[in-house]
């Protein structure tokens, strides 16, 4: 059988926080809250949604609507996002090992194949988007089994943390990154397998737990 990771995109791939502060920033006159700063956009992001909400003091009865609204102006702008940054050269590398790819996305596919065609990155054997935020692990369940897949030998690598509750409810090993959404104290808290803060580390590890021997030098 073969060896995956499978990946979340917005955070993990795609360099989505600076968009999400100006989309909330922007909505901001709509919404009757005061823009934020960059440093308490950093503090809010660990925060579960409705004390982000009690934060920017959005009424509650607003946060369906904004919810929809922000969705709806993220999706428009997903092929135009930057790789966050190391990662295509890590994703390269891992493909050249012989592990296989795959992107599991809350995105629709057709905006992820948009972004991964703007930015040339072929390295993905399948991408599977869902369309929706909930029930993270019932999609990693479904296209594990859709796919084939031995659980042994999967890593999911994500930036939040509900991406390791999906994991272990999957019951596959994870792999949680710092340069996403949440902090690094904040993933540290759910305990992933790993935590790292540069895509190279990522390489090591499937290195190791794929037992990759390094290549050989010239012979004399």
């Known amino acids: 059988m073969k060896n995956w990771m499978l990946f979340d995109f917005d955070g993990t791939i795609a360099n989505s926080i600076d968009q999400l502060y100006k989309l909330v920033n922007g909505l901001a006159p709509r919404y009757g809250y005061t823009p934020i700063t960059p440093e308490k956009f950093a503090a809010m992001r660990d925060f579960p949604l409705s004390r982000a909400c009690k934060a920017l003091k959005v009424p509650?009865?607003?946060?369906?609507?904004?919810?929809?609204?922000?969705?709806?102006?993220?999706?428009?702008?997903v092929p135009d996002l930057e790789p966050c940054a190391g990662v295509v050269p890590m994703l390269q590398?891992?493909?050249?090992?012989?592990?296989s790819l795959a992107l599991i996305s809350s995105n629709h596919s057709e905006n992820v194949r948009a972004f991964l065609d703007h930015h040339r990155i072929d390295?993905?054997?399948?991408?599977?988007?869902?369309?929706?935020?909930?029930?993270k692990h019932d999609s990693i369940?479904?296209?594990?089994?859709?796919?084939?897949?031995?659980?042994?030998?999967?890593?999911?690598?994500?930036?939040?943390?509900?991406?390791?509750?999906?994991?272990r409810k999957s019951?596959?090993?994870?792999?949680?990154?710092?340069?996403?959404?949440?902090?690094?104290?904040?993933?540290?808290?759910?305990?992933?397998?790993?935590?790292?803060?540069?895509?190279?580390?990522?390489?090591?590890?499937?290195?190791?737990?794929?037992?990759?021997?390094?290549?050989?030098?010239?012979?004399?």
């Open 60 to 77: 509650l009865y607003k946060l369906g609507q904004a919810i929809t609204v922000i969705l709806s102006e993220y999706l428009k702008i």
């Open 123 to 135: 390295c993905f054997d399948w991408v599977e988007g869902t369309g929706g935020i909930l029930h």
């Open 93 to 99: 590398e891992l493909k050249a090992m012989e592990i």
């Open 141 to 167: 369940r479904r296209q594990i089994r859709k796919h084939g897949l031995d659980k042994e030998k999967v890593v999911y690598v994500g930036d939040e943390s509900r991406d390791i509750k999906a994991a």
């Open 171 to 220: 019951r596959v090993q994870v792999i949680s990154v710092t340069w996403g959404l949440h902090s690094e104290a904040h993933l540290r808290g759910f305990k992933p397998d790993w935590l790292v803060s540069d895509p190279a580390e990522i390489v090591a590890i499937a290195k190791q737990l794929f037992r990759i021997a390094e290549p050989s030098g010239p012979l004399e």
